[in-house]
């Protein structure tokens, strides 16, 4: 079975400074990324998502996030965050051949912009 | 374009009343989530429909709990009865069969369950 870590449960970071969230999975077979956002009181967002190609992949917001399939990892990253971009982001993983899209979630990061 | 809409938004009820959850998916979409957050588990995966029909409902805690989907626009995740560890938010999400390449969950608001 597949699994997601999120390695910080949460993150301060002060406005217009850059922020990376770091995700590992675990995996015996080839999977599918993805990074969603929470914002206070609202469902998930998705943020972007890794499917093939390029390993670095852009989403929404500018944010942008690399696969590397040897760490097993896939970090989300922004060069320079808003106040608007505190919310709890979440790592989650499906496998290949789920192509209607199971998810396994990340325990999640909560980001907090301070001015 | 509407998104994946759910009601209540908000609901408070005394333990051991019978609690339904709606949702209405994304038209068009073949396969519906309902999940359940909470701080100490997360998110965790309930019972997902494909084409109305349930296919995995190993994450329902118990008997408890129970989801229909009588048609491809309304589902319903029914708590009866309910209890005070059953507060937490319970989400909502379609998606597209795709067939070939995996296509993203849509999430509703979610419904806020408090059961005092």
């Known amino acids: 079975a597949q699994s997601v870590t999120q390695l910080d449960s949460q993150v301060p970071v002060f406005e217009e400074a850059p922020v990376e969230l770091r995700c590992n999975y675990s995996s015996s077979v080839s999977v599918y990324l993805f990074w969603y956002v929470q914002y206070p009181n609202q469902g998930l967002q998705l943020l972007l998502k890794?499917?093939?190609?390029?390993?670095l992949v852009k989403g929404i917001n500018g944010f942008e996030a690399e696969f590397n399939k040897s760490q097993t990892s896939f970090h989300l990253r922004k060069p320079s965050v808003h106040i608007s971009d505190t919310a709890e982001y979440f790592c989650a993983v499906t496998l290949v051949t789920d192509s209607w899209g199971k998810l396994q979630f990340g325990a999640g990061t909560q980001v907090v912009v301070t001015p | 374009d509407a998104g994946v809409i759910q009601s209540p938004r908000h609901e408070v009820t005394e333990m051991g009343q019978e609690v339904t959850l709606r949702c209405k998916p994304i038209?068009?979409?073949?396969?519906l989530f309902w999940y359940r957050q909470t701080m100490m588990r997360g998110l965790e995966l309930l019972i997902y429909?494909?084409?109305?029909?349930?296919?995995?409902d190993s994450g329902m805690p118990e008997d408890r709990f129970s989801a229909k989907m009588p048609n491809a626009s309304f589902s319903t995740l029914k708590i009866q009865p309910s209890e005070p560890r059953d507060s937490a938010v319970y989400f909502c999400a379609s998606s597209q069969d795709s067939g070939t390449l995996n296509q993203p969950q849509h999430f509703g608001d979610g419904t806020r369950l408090s059961i005092l």
């Open positions: 890794y499917l093939s190609g390029s390993t």
């Open positions: 429909f494909n084409n109305n029909v349930p296919i995995d």
């Open positions: 038209s068009g979409h073949d396969y």
